[in-house]
């Protein structure tokens, strides 16, 4: 990472938190917060692109696919939110190639370098919003999301009953079970059932319709 580059990422990352935070509890965020976050990720483009060929920031998302293989989970459409330069999305396709694979970001940036790094016949890139993805209400068997803005309330919306959503993060320690962070998932009917750390990282595996939490 530039000079420039460490000093876009510092200055900006207090309305990025916010606005993260705000989507995830409100489904909402504040404007310029949002603008903040369009432009930083806009101009990070070739960074993420970067990131995306490196093996180690996909590690926790890896481990999840692989709770999924573990639970014999065979989806017939998949969603990965805020995919930026796609490699989860790429994952995705690899492991589930019968499957269809949409990946949605909000940055037309991203997703042309996305497009230009992997190809595979079942997977598409989209531009979109994690606040309002374009699909009907139990649509989606699997949503994903690495790095991303989460927004529960929007999952648990498109995605099947019964269906899964794996959230990874690569610098973000495991919540407990009684965090906010697990309770506004459960208020929104997304249980999770699984989860662990990996590194400075962790993921987590809820589905949809389930009572009880892991």
Do not use: K
Not at 54 to 70: H, N, Q, W
Not at 148 to 154: D, F, H, K, L, Y
Not at 169 to 178: E, P
Not at 182 to 207: H, I, K, N, P, T
């Amino acid at each position: 990472m530039n000079r420039a580059m460490r000093m876009a990422h510092r200055l900006s990352e207090p309305a990025r938190m916010r606005y993260a935070g705000d989507v995830f509890h409100t489904g909402s965020g504040r404007l310029r917060d949002r603008v903040v976050s369009s432009s930083y990720f806009a101009l990070s483009t070739p960074l993420w692109g970067d990131l995306s060929t490196d093996a180690s920031p996909l590690a926790t998302f890896r481990a999840g696919l692989d709770e999924l293989g573990s639970r014999a989970v065979q989806p017939s459409f998949i969603v990965d939110v805020g995919t930026g330069a796609g490699a989860s999305a790429a994952l995705l396709a690899e492991r589930w190639p019968t499957a269809r694979v949409e990946a949605i970001d909000s940055s037309w940036r991203m997703l042309h370098r996305a497009r230009r790094m992997h190809a595979s016949g079942n997977l598409t890139f989209r531009r979109a919003s994690a606040l309002a993805m374009p699909y009907p209400a139990g649509a989606v068997d699997l949503v994903t999301c690495l790095n991303a803005i989460v927004v529960p309330r929007e999952m648990r919306r498109v995605c099947t009953p019964g269906g899964y959503v794996l959230a990874a993060a690569t610098w973000v320690s495991l919540r407990d079970d009684d965090s906010d962070w697990v309770r506004a998932f459960a208020d929104q009917g997304l249980r999770r059932v699984a989860a662990g750390s990996l590194g400075s990282g962790s993921w987590e595996l809820f589905q949809s319709g389930i009572e009880g939490s892991s």
